[in-house]
C-alpha cells in the first residue's frame, strides 16, 4: 500500500511566526562541526566560561536528596530572597516576594508578561534593531509590533518614539546594554523613557539580562532612579536571569520584578503552562547570585579582551563601518558599502569561510551582521582573517583553513 502525503492543518496564527534564526544558525553551525567542518561560531549568544563553581555544588548536594520535586509557582523562597537581595544591590529598590517571579530562563518571563498585559492588537514599540524574539512574542499574545528607528550609535530619538505612540500603545520594550548592537542607551534616554511611560500609563519593560556586562565609560543606570513611584504603582518592569551574566544558559532560570498585580497574574499564567521551573535548577541558580562574583569578573575580562581585539582587526577590512559596543558581547558590523543583503553576506561566511554570523535582518536591520565575541581570541584573530578573505578584494585570493588551501572565486556585491 503506498503511503499517501498526510496534511496537518496548523493555525494560522502560529503559521504567522517566524522561528528564532540564531537558535536555527547555531545548529547549522554544530551540525558542519560535527561532520568535520573547521566551523567558528559567532553566531550564538552564549558565554563559553564554566558556571560558578557553587552552583554545581548546590545543583548536586540538591540531586543527591533524591528528593527533586515541584516547586512553587512563582519560584522557591530562598531563591526570591536572593532575587530581592540582587534587586536591593542594583536597582536599589526592596521588593516584596509578591513583586517577584521566577521563570523557565528570562525569554519565559518576557512572553508571560506580553501575554498577560496585551490585548488583540495593542501596541509594543520596539527600537530597531530589536532581539529577534520581540516581535515574535508580541504577536503571538496578538499584539502589534511598532517599530522606531535608531541612529548611527543605534540609540532612539524620543521624538520619534513621541510619533509611535498612540491610543493603542500599552509597552515599550528596552534592551540596554542592546542585543545585537552592544549599545549602552544614555543616562538622559532612559530618563526621558521612565518619565514618558509613568505619565502615559505605558509599561516600561527593561531587559536587563546584560546589564552587569558593560565597558567603561559606558554606564548602565536603573530606569527606578527615574521614578519616585513605588514598585507596586510603578510602569517599570524588570526581566533578568542568570543566563549571561554567569554563563548559565542551559539552566533556565530567568525572573521579574514588578507590580504584586502584574506578577501575579504571570503567575496564573504560568501555572497553566510549565509551573514552577526546576527546582534543581533554582538551587542552581541560588549559588550562582551567591557566589558568582569571580565567574563575573574572569567573563568580563574575557570578553572586554575579544571585543578589543574584535574592533581592531574589523576596521583593518575595507569596506566594513564598526561603532565600538559599550556592552554585552555583541559587535553589530555595517557591511552596507559592500553588500545590502546580509543573508547572502551571511550564507557566503558559512559555506565558504565556515564562520557562523547572524544576518541584520533578522534583527530589522538590513547590510549588517551580529557577531558574538564569546569563544577564544584566538579564534576571533582567525575569524577576522576569513572575514578579509572573503570579503575584501584586495585580500589574497587564497586561504588556508584548518589544514586545507581554499580560493576565492566570488565577488561580494
Known amino acids: 500500500m503506498e503511503n499517501s502525503k498526510i496534511s496537518f492543518k496548523l493555525s494560522q496564527h502560529i503559521q504567522s511566526i517566524q522561528g528564532s534564526p540564531t537558535l536555527s544558525l547555531n545548529e547549522t553551525a554544530n551540525k558542519l562541526r560535527a561532520d568535520g567542518a573547521a566551523v567558528i561560531n559567532l553566531a550564538i549568544g552564549e558565554p563559553l566560561n564554566d558556571c560558578p563553581r557553587e552552583a554545581v555544588v548546590r545543583a548536586r548536594d540538591e540531586l543527591e536528596s533524591r528528593q527533586i520535586k515541584y516547586s512553587p509557582t512563582s519560584g522557591n523562597k530562598d531563591l526570591k530572597e536572593a532575587i530581592q537581595c540582587y534587586t536591593e544591590e542594583y536597582y536599589g529598590r526592596t521588593p516584596s516576594l509578591t513583586n517577584i517571579t521566577v521563570t523557565v530562563g528570562a525569554k519565559q518571563a518576557l512572553f508571560n508578561l506580553l501575554q498577560v498585559l496585551l490585548d488583540p492588537e495593542d501596541e509594543v514599540i520596539l527600537f530597531q534593531p530589536y532581539w529577534v524574539s520581540y516581535p515574535e512574542m508580541v504577536k503571538l499574545a496578538r499584539g502589534k509590533p511598532v517599530l522606531v528607528p535608531t541612529d548611527e550609535n543605534f540609540f532612539p530619538e ?50 536587563d539580562i546584560y546589564h552587569q556586562l558593560v565597558f567603561e565609560p559606558a554606564e548602565w543606570v536603573p530606569g527606578y532612579v527615574f521614578t519616585s513611584q513605588s514598585i507596586d504603582k510603578s510602569h517599570l518592569i524588570i526581566i533578568n536571569g542568570i543566563s549571561k551574566t554567569y554563563g548559565m544558559t542551559g539552566f533556565r532560570i530567568g525572573w521579574a520584578v514588578g507590580p504584586s498585580v502584574v506578577i501575579q497574574a504571570m503567575n496564573k499564567l504560568q501555572s497553566h503552562s510549565t509551573s514552577g521551573a526546576s527546582s534543581l535548577l533554582q538551587e542552581a541558580a541560588l549559588g ?108 589574497p585570493q587564497e586561504i588556508s583553513i584548518a589544514g586545507k588551501l581554499y580560493h576565492r572565486t566570488w565577488e561580494i556585491t
Open 158 to 207: 524620543i521624538d520619534n518614539v513621541l510619533s509611535a505612540i498612540t491610543e493603542k500603545t500599552k509597552v515599550i520594550i528596552l534592551n540596554s546594554p542592546n542585543n545585537p548592537t552592544g549599545a549602552v542607551y544614555p543616562t538622559e534616554l532612559i530618563a526621558a523613557l521612565v518619565d514618558l511611560c509613568e505619565t502615559r500609563n505605558i509599561f516600561l519593560v527593561l531587559d
Open 288 to 395: 550562582a547570585l551567591s557566589e558568582g562574583a569571580e565567574t563575573l569578573k574572569e567573563l568580563r575580562k574575557l570578553i572586554r579582551t575579544n571585543r578589543d581585539t574584535l574592533i581592531s582587526e574589523l576596521k583593518k577590512i575595507n569596506g566594513i563601518k564598526i561603532h565600538p559596543p559599550g556592552g554585552t558581547f555583541y559587535c553589530f558590523p555595517d557591511f552596507r558599502d559592500l553588500t545590502g543583503d546580509s543573508q547572502q553576506l551571511a550564507a557566503l561566511l558559512l559555506e565558504k569561510a565556515f564562520l557562523a554570523t547572524v544576518p541584520g535582518a533578522a534583527f530589522g536591520q538590513e547590510g549588517f551582521l551580529r557577531m558574538s565575541y564569546t569563544c577564544t581570541t584566538e579564534e576571533i584573530l582567525e575569524s577576522t582573517r576569513r572575514i578579509r578573505w572573503a570579503v575584501d578584494p584586495d585580500s
